[in-house]
T-cell receptor, first 114, second 115 residues
Framework: GENVEQHPSTLSVQEGDSAVIKCTYSDSASNYFPWYKQELGKGPQLIIDIRSNVGEKKDQRIAVTLNKTAKHFSLHITETQPEDSAVYFCAASMLTGGGNKLTFGTGTQLKVEL | GAVVSQHPSRVICKSGTSVKIECRSLDFQATTMFWYRQFPKQSLMLMATSNEGSKATYEQGVEKDKFLINHASLTLSTLTVTSAHPEDSSFYIC???????????FGPGTRLTVL
């Protein structure tokens, strides 16, 4: 089955700096890679996703890159703000037109310091 | 759009009792719903996948007779933890999936504490 590794487990940055979180996956058949943000005591919130037919996607301060050959993908947050502090999870799955099982990474605790 | 709700948000029960958790997709029809559990400072672990009108598919190691899943409609799935024990205490999260686009949206989670 799919295995997703995520690094770093914790990340502390100064407000305004950029943050990068990296994930690798094992199953070359995976073609969908979402990123979720989870605040304490809440469910994960989808923040951005990328499909394997593109290499990069950007949404305001958030971007995701995908390298299919190397089987890794990364989340980039620019101009970080205190409200970006949360746990971020990457995930991978194979789209099947419904019912795609997600395999999650182990999570990154991001802390944005003033 | 794509809002998923869970009820209750928090529940405390005694050992041996059963607890039902509801998951609803509020503004879309979910072809598939998923149930996860999450222990403190850990990742989400998939428990089971359910499709409307059919039996749930459980992940290896998850007892189907203990964690009963019913997916009665395209907007509602329920998870019943039967004969709960303290080790069942956890954060239970559901998600609902759409066919187009093929995306999962998560509920806010249910904190279960078994005394």
């Amino acid at each position: 089955g799919e295995n997703v590794e995520q690094h770093p487990s914790t990340l502390s940055v100064q407000e305004g700096d950029s943050a990068v979180i990296k994930c690798t996956y094992s199953d070359s058949a995976s073609n969908y890679f979402p990123w979720y943000k989870q605040e304490l005591g809440k469910g994960p919130q989808l923040i951005i996703d990328i499909r394997s037919n593109v290499g990069e996607k950007k949404d305001q301060r958030i971007a995701v890159t995908l390298n299919k050959t190397a089987k890794h993908f990364s989340l980039h947050i620019t101009e970080t703000q205190p409200e970006d502090s949360a746990v971020y999870f990457c995930a991978a799955s194979m789209l099947t037109g419904g019912g795609n099982k997600l395999t999650f990474g182990t999570g990154t605790q991001l802390k944005v310091e003033l | 759009g794509a809002v998923v709700s869970q009820h209750p948000s928090r529940v405390i029960c005694k050992s041996g009792t059963s607890v039902k958790i509801e998951c609803r997709s509020l503004d879309f029809q979910a072809t598939t719903m998923f149930w996860y559990r999450q222990f403190p400072k850990q990742s989400l672990m998939l428990m089971a996948t359910s499709n409307e009108g059919s039996k749930a598919t459980y992940e290896q190691g998850v007892e189907k007779d203990k964690f009963l899943i019913n997916h009665a409609s395209l907007t509602l799935s329920t998870l019943t933890v039967t004969s709960a024990h303290p080790e069942d205490s956890s954060f239970y999260i559901c998600s609902a999936g759409q066919s187009h686009p093929d995306t999962q949206y998560f509920g806010p989670g249910t904190r279960l504490t078994v005394l």
